[in-house]
Nanobody, 116 residues
């Protein structure tokens, strides 16, 4: 069973930065994609950023130019660097490893709160 553990969330002021980390129990390069999703209260979970095994990246329009997804295969880690944070970025952030429609794995989530 694949295990994912996110960390790095917290409370930050608008305009600040955070880096989220995701530790995987298996080789992340064996998966087709690594993604970060978020879910705000009363809203559906949404894709924030994704990087494929071929290193193609996708970002939600709302975070383009502010967030950067990366990974370190040697450490089985994925990261989400978040800059210029806004109150609307407040949500629980989840790491996802995607292999196919039947094999998609999630972490427990880490809370990010952007507030003054």
């Amino acid at each position: 069973q694949v295990q994912l553990v996110e960390s790095g969330g917290g409370l930050v002021q608008p305009g600040g930065s955070l880096r989220l980390s995701c530790a995987a129990s298996q080789n992340i390069f064996s998966f087709n994609a690594v993604g970060w999703y978020r879910q705000a209260p009363g809203k559906e979970r949404e894709l924030v950023a994704q990087i494929t095994s071929g290193s193609s990246t996708t970002y939600a329009d709302s975070v383009k130019g502010r967030f950067t997804i990366s990974r370190d295969g040697a450490k089985n880690m994925a990261y989400l660097q978040m800059n210029s944070l806004k109150p609307e970025d407040t949500a629980v952030y989840y790491c996802n490893l995607f292999l196919d429609s039947w094999r998609s794995y999630w972490g427990q989530g880490t809370q990010v709160t952007v507030s003054s």
